[in-house]
């Protein structure tokens, strides 16, 4: 079978181009990139996929997902999260290890590439754990779990208090290829706190969480880069001194990547005031100072990817008294629009945009995707750019509501998402 997607724009986020070309795809792959003027088999091609006046990208690669199965399946399931996924131009998720049990043995990640092929929707690559249970005490067999399809650890959801283990799980980490990605928080600071600890957690009399909370570990992660030469992931970026010292780290050479999520560069604390337990996330949303320089570490390339965070929560855990609500919010179907704000506005140009949704991800994680050229999957998603629409809960796939942005304005969104030349996801336009 062969496809054709004909008449639109293709962005490849390496090159950091935009061309008219249409793409042909044969037994899953991109076989051919066809420029003006060039024709392919014509009487070959059983499928031809309409793009005119759209964008073509590779399939967007989100590195920070979670899921929640297995354990806790009533917020989202594998298949659910795929489904989100791949609606919002997702062709392939990393999913964090905080499931019930962890992802810290082979048994468990085994378990979610198979739920994944079942889903048949995105790609799923589970990322295990660091320490055992996740409870930073001891590591949990890192080429164990990249034998088993583990791409990267990490101990999302909680920080890597201990220094040595750390260090050590960077060392083991780069010996089993695995990349580390860090959570950023020192407990003792953050303890009991809620949201950003400033002006409003003041006047609103909830406890706060102190930028320093991040950037201490921040400070660390870079010091362990510096001190073993081992690659360090630093997960959702959220306070300005972040960026400066992450900024600091590249400009020495040293091998420190970072993501930051769209609520960072959208939403401030500002929004807490309400008490709306939608806008509570862990780390929380900072000051619009922070925002701004978040906006610029992104522009600059200082912050390599856009994660999503995606963390779905049943309203049980949502609609209760703001210190007892879950952290987090769901981002799968809302990253791409809200990324494209940033386009617009002028901080990045599309093609680096689509660079820090997908092929940046991508290779920290050493995973396939990110470029649409020939010989590669045909992982594809179709984004119409002018598309107006107002997100609201009908919209949302994942099993969860727990989204700050229903009944915003968006503007560009995905029309359609293949994966492996398969159409799994298509709007209906
Ligand atoms: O807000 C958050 N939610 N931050 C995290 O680090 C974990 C996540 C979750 O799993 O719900």
């Given at each position: 079978m062969?496809t054709?997607?004909?008449?639109?724009?293709?962005?490849?986020p390496?090159?950091?181009?935009?061309e008219?070309?249409d793409?042909?795809?044969?037994?899953?792959?991109?076989?051919?990139?066809?420029s003006?003027?060039?024709?392919?088999?014509?009487?070959?091609?059983?499928?031809?996929?309409?793009?005119a006046?759209?964008?073509?990208?590779?399939g967007?690669?989100?590195?920070?997902?979670h899921?929640?199965?297995?354990?806790?399946e009533?917020?989202?399931?594998?298949?659910?999260?795929a489904?989100?996924a791949v609606?919002?131009?997702?062709?392939?998720?990393?999913?964090?290890?905080n499931?019930s049990?962890?992802?810290?043995?082979?048994?468990?990640?085994?378990?979610?590439?198979?739920?994944?092929?079942?889903?048949?929707?995105?790609?799923?690559?589970?990322?295990?754990t660091i320490?055992?249970g996740?409870?930073?005490?001891?590591?949990?067999?890192?080429?164990?779990?990249?034998?088993?399809?583990?791409?990267?650890?990490?101990?999302?959801?909680?920080?890597?208090?201990n220094?040595?283990?750390?260090r050590?799980a960077l060392?083991?980490?780069?010996?089993?290829?695995?990349?580390?990605?860090?959570?950023?928080e020192?407990p003792?600071?953050?303890?009991?706190?809620?949201?950003?600890e400033?002006e409003?957690?003041?006047?609103?009399?909830?406890?706060?969480?102190?930028?320093?909370?991040?950037?201490?570990?921040?400070?660390?992660?870079?010091s362990?880069?510096?001190?073993?030469?081992?690659?360090?992931?630093?997960?959702?970026v959220?306070?300005?001194?972040?960026v400066?010292?992450?900024?600091?780290?590249k400009e020495?050479?040293?091998?420190v990547?970072?993501?930051?999520?769209?609520?960072?560069?959208?939403?401030?604390?500002?929004?807490?005031?309400?008490?709306?337990?939608?806008y509570?996330v862990?780390?929380?949303?900072?000051?619009?100072?922070?925002v701004?320089?978040?906006?610029?570490?992104?522009?600059?390339?200082?912050?390599d990817?856009?994660?999503?965070?995606?963390?779905?929560?049943?309203?049980?855990?949502?609609?209760?008294?703001?210190?007892?609500?879950?952290?987090g919010?769901?981002?799968?179907?809302?990253?791409?629009?809200?990324?494209?704000?940033?386009?617009?506005?002028?901080?990045?140009?599309?093609?680096?945009a689509?660079?820090?949704?997908s092929s940046?991800?991508?290779?920290?994680?050493g995973v396939?995707g990110?470029e649409?050229?020939e010989?590669?999957?045909?992982?594809?998603a179709?984004?119409?750019?002018?598309?107006?629409?107002?997100?609201?809960?009908?919209?949302?796939l994942?099993k969860?509501?727990?989204?700050?942005?229903?009944?915003?304005?968006?503007?560009?969104?995905?029309d359609?998402?293949?994966?492996?030349?398969k159409?799994?996801?298509?709007?209906?336009?």
């Amino acid at each position: 079978m062969i496809t054709l997607i004909k008449g639109g724009e293709v962005v490849n986020p390496r090159l950091g181009t935009v061309e008219k070309k249409d793409l042909l795809i044969e037994n899953g792959m991109v076989s051919r990139l066809l420029s003006k003027g060039e024709s392919g088999e014509a009487s070959e091609v059983s499928k031809t996929i309409d793009a005119a006046g759209k964008v073509i990208v590779p399939g967007l690669v989100d590195i920070h997902t979670h899921l929640r199965e297995p354990g806790h399946e009533y917020k989202e399931t594998i298949a659910s999260g795929a489904m989100a996924a791949v609606a919002g131009g997702y062709s392939a998720i990393a999913c964090m290890p905080n499931t019930s049990p962890p992802n810290d043995c082979r048994s468990v990640t085994e378990f979610i590439i198979e739920q994944s092929k079942r889903a048949g929707r995105a790609r799923v690559y589970p990322i295990a754990t660091i320490s055992k249970g996740q409870k930073g005490e001891s590591l949990v067999d890192f080429c164990e779990l990249a034998a088993a399809g583990a791409v990267g650890v990490s101990d999302d959801g909680f920080p890597v208090v201990n220094s040595e283990l750390m260090r050590r799980a960077l060392e083991y980490a780069r010996y089993c290829g695995l990349a580390v990605i860090s959570h950023c928080e020192d407990p003792n600071l953050s303890k009991g706190g809620v949201m950003h600890e400033g002006e409003i957690s003041t006047r609103i009399g909830l406890p706060g969480v102190s930028g320093a909370s991040e950037d201490i570990f921040v400070y660390r992660e870079i010091s362990l880069a510096r001190l073993t030469g081992c690659p360090v992931h630093i997960a959702h970026v959220s306070t300005g001194v972040s960026v400066e010292l992450i900024r600091r780290a590249k400009e020495e050479g040293l091998p420190v990547t970072a993501e930051t999520a769209p609520h960072y560069f959208t939403l401030d604390h500002g929004l807490l005031a309400e008490y709306d337990t939608r806008y509570k996330v862990n780390p929380p949303l900072r000051t619009p100072k922070d925002v701004s320089q978040i906006r610029k570490g992104l522009a600059e390339g200082v912050i390599d990817v856009i994660a999503t965070d995606h963390a779905p929560h049943d309203s049980l855990e949502k609609e209760v008294e703001f210190d007892k609500a879950a952290f987090g919010m769901i981002g799968l179907q809302t990253a791409l629009s809200l990324t494209l704000d940033l386009v617009r506005e002028g901080f990045m140009t599309l093609p680096d945009a689509i660079s820090k949704l997908s092929s940046n991800g991508a290779a920290i994680l050493g995973v396939p995707g990110g470029e649409l050229k020939e010989g590669e999957n045909a992982d594809v998603a179709i984004i119409d750019m002018e598309s107006e629409y107002c997100f609201k809960e009908k919209d949302i796939l994942s099993k969860s509501r727990n989204s700050p942005f229903l009944g915003r304005m968006m503007k560009g969104r995905c029309d359609l998402t293949m994966v492996g030349g398969k159409i799994v996801y298509q709007r209906n336009v």
